[in-house]
């Protein structure tokens, strides 16, 4: 099992959970964050001052799969999210050890 987070923009949120969800892929959690990469920011005007904005609204998109998913799931959220502009984003992949479906007691692939 893979735990697949990706920080992406905030406008493709809603175009990444409708391809995910056409491939078949269901459940995930959204977390709005804020951060900068190699941008560092940007500056952006307000009633005539300039001021720099540090951190960039993103959204975090975390996706639990098995291990067969992974690649549909990380091409999805690649190709969705992707506008070939700095600031697009990561996806980090981690090794899920065992999972645990609260309600019905259920572990591993089960519960996802």
Do not use: W
């Amino acid at each position: 099992m893979k735990k697949v987070e990706a920080i992406i923009r905030v406008f493709k949120l809603e175009d990444v959970k409708n391809a995910l969800t056409e491939q078949g892929i269901h459940g995930m959690t959204i977390t709005e964050v804020r951060g900068f990469g190699r941008q560092k920011g940007h500056t952006e005007m307000y009633r005539g001052t300039e001021y720099a904005v540090d951190f960039v609204p993103k959204v975090k998109v975390e996706v639990t799969c098995s291990d067969d998913n992974l690649k549909t799931v990380l091409d999805t959220i690649m190709s969705t999210a992707q506008t070939g502009q700095i600031g697009d984003g990561k996806i980090f992949v981690t090794d899920l050890q065992n999972c645990f479906r609260i309600r019905t007691g259920e572990s591993g692939e089960d519960a996802l």
